[in-house]
């Protein structure tokens, strides 16, 4: 199984900062990566997929990065609804594993 | 609007059995693959199990194989999950989300039922 590593697993931020969470599998998944948000009592939200692409409707500060085993999400100015939980996620072979989550928090 | 209903959650003694539906609405069922993912109390989020559009090709998570079984019927636009054995680890939010050929990721997701595993 490839094995997704999340870094930090928390980070504390404020309105305006930009903010970078990276992401490491344990071998290549190619471009087969995604990023979701996720918010207590809400359904996870894609933002990125294949290690880059925006999905649609997600605000143009949110941008990926990466390929191969190391990729990177960053949002390059915090907004207050952003403050949620990030993970990345493999699709390249199942089983499609999950970082373990990193906290965002308000400063 | 693309939406995902779950439904079928509930509290089941440990060694027993529950089926978890999922029902589409809002765009061709069959033209997608689904999934299914967990949130256990206080964990992250845990992939558990996939189904392709015709249901030929399926795969499940490590800790799920053997006990539980993905199924669809594309003329009810609903897939399944059918969990025995269950442990007090099953303990979770059950999600179904669409999932996207080329590369397989989740768009759509459903708001989740809750499954508890207890004595």
């Known amino acids: 199984d490839i094995q997704m590593t999340q870094s930090p697993p928390s980070l504390s931020a404020s309105v305006g900062d930009r903010v970078t969470i990276t992401c490491r599998a344990s071998q290549s998944v190619n471009s087969y990566l995604s990023w979701f948000q996720h918010k207590l009592g809400q359904a996870p939200k894609l933002l990125i997929f294949g290690a880059s692409t925006l999905q649609s409707g997600v605000p143009s500060r949110f941008s990926g990065s990466g390929a191969g085993t190391d990729f990177t999400l960053t949002i390059s100015s915090l907004q207050p609804e952003d403050f949620a939980t990030y993970y990345c996620?493999?699709?390249?072979?199942?089983?499609?594993?999950f970082g373990q989550g990193t906290k965002l928090e308000i400063k | 609007e693309e939406r995902l209903e779950e439904s079928g959650g509930g509290v089941v003694r440990p060694g027993g059995s529950l089926r978890l539906s999922c029902v589409a609405s809002g765009f061709t069922f069959d033209d997608f693959g689904m999934s299914w993912v967990r949130q256990a109390p206080g964990k992250g989020l845990e992939w558990v199990s996939e189904?392709?559009?015709?249901?030929?090709?399926?795969g499940y998570g490590d800790s799920v194989k053997g006990r539980f079984t993905i199924s669809r019927d594309n003329a009810k636009n609903s897939v399944y999950l059918e969990m025995n054995s269950l442990r007090a680890e099953d303990t979770a939010l059950y999600y179904c989300?669409?999932?996207?050929?080329?590369?397989?990721?989740?768009?759509?997701w459903g708001r989740g039922t809750t499954v508890s595993v207890t004595s």
């Open positions: 989300a669409r999932r996207l050929g080329g590369y397989y990721y989740m768009d759509v």
């Open positions: 189904i392709n559009w015709n249901g030929d090709n399926i």
């Open positions: 996620q493999q699709s390249y072979s199942a089983p499609r594993t």
